[in-house]
Nanobody, 116 residues
Framework: QVRLVESGGGSMQAGESLRLFCVATGVSGATFRISDMGWYRQAPGNQREWVATITSGDNTNYADSAKGRFTISRDNAKNTVYLQMNSLKPEDTAVYYC???????WGQGTQVTVYS
């Protein structure tokens, strides 16, 4: 019933920017508004790692690798959470996943590839 659908991934050169989208479907706006949301990523051969979190009160937290470069935001009217990624580095290459931790819902991921 509840689905998280990521989009916006692609192949970019180092230093460029990319904006990821995560749309929650099958969930009410009220439920989305009270839900914390997160972004995670997983590179080949690595464990999935946390990237950023935004709370229902719009407080944000970032992994050290994301601080100063990435921005997580949300639009509750659209049931959408975003990840703006600037100054991309090759080490940002991974599949990026959207997460709704209250019910442990995950999206299918969107691929981000950064080359130099």
């Amino acid at each position: 019933q509840v689905r998280l659908v990521e989009s916006g991934g692609g192949s970019m050169q180092a230093g460029e920017s990319l904006r990821l989208f995560c749309v929650a479907t099958g969930v009410s706006g009220a439920t989305f508004r009270i839900s914390d949301m997160g972004w995670y990523r997983q590179a080949p051969g690595n464990q999935r790692e946390w990237v950023a979190t935004i709370t229902s009160g719009d407080n944000t937290n970032y992994a050290d690798s994301a601080k100063g470069r990435f921005t997580i935001s949300r639009d509750n009217a659209k049931n959408t959470v975003y990840l703006q990624m600037n100054s991309l580095k090759p080490e940002d290459t991974a599949v990026y996943y959207c997460h709704l931790p209250t019910y442990n819902y995950w999206g299918q991921g969107t691929q981000v590839t950064v080359y130099s």
